[in-house]
């Protein structure tokens, strides 16, 4: 899959949704389960193994990022696109924490 470089993220309705795929590392260091919401104003829910987490998702100058709590989470989210399929990509700054999803 190729980056969207041309194409911008231009807010964060340009990638709500329900989103599933995987988290890694998971609980015993392999890929474990993840599910994603975004809403357009920016809500986030994500959900994997026994972790639930809130927060939001900020996009500026087509870029997006993420803030995810109780557990502090944050990091980019980077959209990819390959023949009308799309991915995003969550990557933490902080944390060994990288999710790949796709539209549910």
């Given at each position: 899959?190729?980056?969207?470089?041309?194409?911008?993220?231009?807010?964060?309705?340009?990638?709500?949704?329900?989103?599933?795929?995987?988290?890694?590392p998971?609980?015993?260091?392999?890929?474990?389960?993840?599910?994603?919401?975004?809403?357009?104003?920016?809500?986030?829910?994500?959900?994997?193994?026994?972790?639930?987490?809130?927060?939001?998702?900020?996009?500026?100058?087509?870029?997006?990022?993420?803030?995810?709590?109780?557990?502090?989470?944050?990091?980019?989210?980077?959209?990819?696109?390959?023949?009308?399929?799309?991915?995003?990509?969550?990557?933490?700054?902080?944390?060994?924490f990288?999710?790949?999803v796709?539209?549910?």
């Open positions: 899959m190729r980056a969207v470089d041309g194409a911008p993220i231009d807010g964060t309705s340009a990638i709500a949704g329900t989103w599933t795929g995987t988290v890694t998971g609980r015993w260091g392999l890929a474990d389960p993840f599910n994603l919401t975004i809403t357009p104003d920016g809500q986030l829910t994500a959900t994997w193994d026994s972790n639930t987490a809130w927060g939001t998702v900020t996009v500026r100058n087509g870029q997006a990022s993420f803030e995810m709590h109780p557990m502090l989470y944050e990091g980019t989210i980077r959209l990819y696109e390959d023949g009308g399929r799309r991915q995003l990509i969550l990557d933490d700054r902080w944390q060994p990288t999710a790949r796709v539209p549910q």
